[in-house]
């Protein structure tokens, strides 16, 4: 693995409702656990946060409904072990309960030189990016992986 490099990831999810309602109830009493298991694990790097130390309530699109995740990780191995793994892995096979089905891309991951810390318009650039063109090296999904340097 080239130490020059770190691996960015976006997520997107459409919530069944407003954060604050009973729907997403079970789902927002994790997000301090699951953030600090985050930061914790293996590999993190740099997670996008606004003072109440998340993102929850960053609506970078028209539809508030969307919650909106950036994170760096150091190895796409770091992330996948965090991701699928983890203590994450529960609220993972538990997301169908809190949001809907999405039409277009949800995931992107891309590389990033050490230190570069990527925008929301560079995040929502590379979905964009995704869901126009497919996996490419510019932006790319766990199952369509691209190395870096590609």
């Known amino acids: 693995m080239n130490a020059e490099v770190h691996l960015a990831q976006v997520n997107i999810a459409r919530m069944n ?13 994790r997000i301090d ?15 996008l ?3 109440t130390g998340n993102a929850t309530y960053l609506r970078p699109y ?16 770091d992330l996948r072990a ?4 983890s ?11 809190w949001f809907g089905k999405f039409d277009g891309v949800t995931l992107a991951l891309w590389w990033i030189p050490s ?3 990527p925008s929301v318009d560079e ?11 497919g996996p490419t090296p510019k932006a790319f999904t766990f199952k369509a992986f691209f190395p870096p340097g590609r």
């Open 87 to 97: 203590v994450h892995s529960e609220v993972m096979r538990r997301r169908h309960e």
């Open 17 to 29: 409702g407003p954060l604050e309602s009973p729907e997403m109830a079970a789902f927002a009493a």
């Open 123 to 133: 995040a929502k650039q590379r979905l964009a990016h995704l869901d126009r063109n």
């Open 82 to 85: 965090y991701v699928y793994k």
């Open 33 to 47: 656990e699951i953030n600090a298991l985050a930061d914790g694990s293996p590999g993190f790097v740099w997670r």
């Open 49 to 51: 946060q606004t003072g």
């Open 62 to 77: 028209e539809d508030d409904r969307i919650l909106f995740n950036l994170s760096v990780w150091k190895t796409v191995e």
């Open 115 to 117: 230190g570069h810390i």
